[in-house]
């Protein structure tokens, strides 16, 4: 997260919870893209030799068709790969029950695969 991202915290079922971030992320014509992200799992670095399977990386794949207005990827850092779940929007259309349903999607999504994963509830 970086200082001038906007930050949630959800409340899920089974006593977990869920942040979400959003952030501007670029520009289309005139208008300003905000990325709305959920982390759901950190896998090491070099994926496909250490941390992210290839059965895994074709759940994701398979996830992705299945969800609505969410996406899965993966964000890199220097020391780390992070599962995320994100989806993009226009600033400026976007309305309060939009901003709202894309951030409780994206949190849903990232927890339900966090969970899977059985590594407890870290984000």
Request: charge should be negative; glycine fraction near 6%; charged fraction near 30%.
């Amino acid at each position: 997260q970086r200082e001038d991202d906007f930050a949630m915290l959800f409340e899920m079922d089974g006593d977990r919870s869920q942040a979400v971030y959003v952030k501007p992320t670029g520009t289309f014509d005139d208008s300003t893209i905000v990325t709305f992200f959920s982390p759901a799992h950190v896998v090491a670095k070099g994926m496909f030799k250490k941390g992210l399977s290839r059965d895994a990386a074709v759940d994701l794949l398979a996830r992705n068709e299945d969800l609505m207005f969410a996406r899965f990827g993966l964000w890199t850092s220097d020391n780390e790969d992070m599962v995320v779940c994100s989806v993009d929007a226009l600033l400026e259309s976007l309305d309060p029950e939009e901003f709202s349903q894309y951030a409780h999607r994206v949190a849903l999504a990232a927890d339900e695969y966090e969970a899977a994963q059985g590594g407890g509830d870290k984000f």
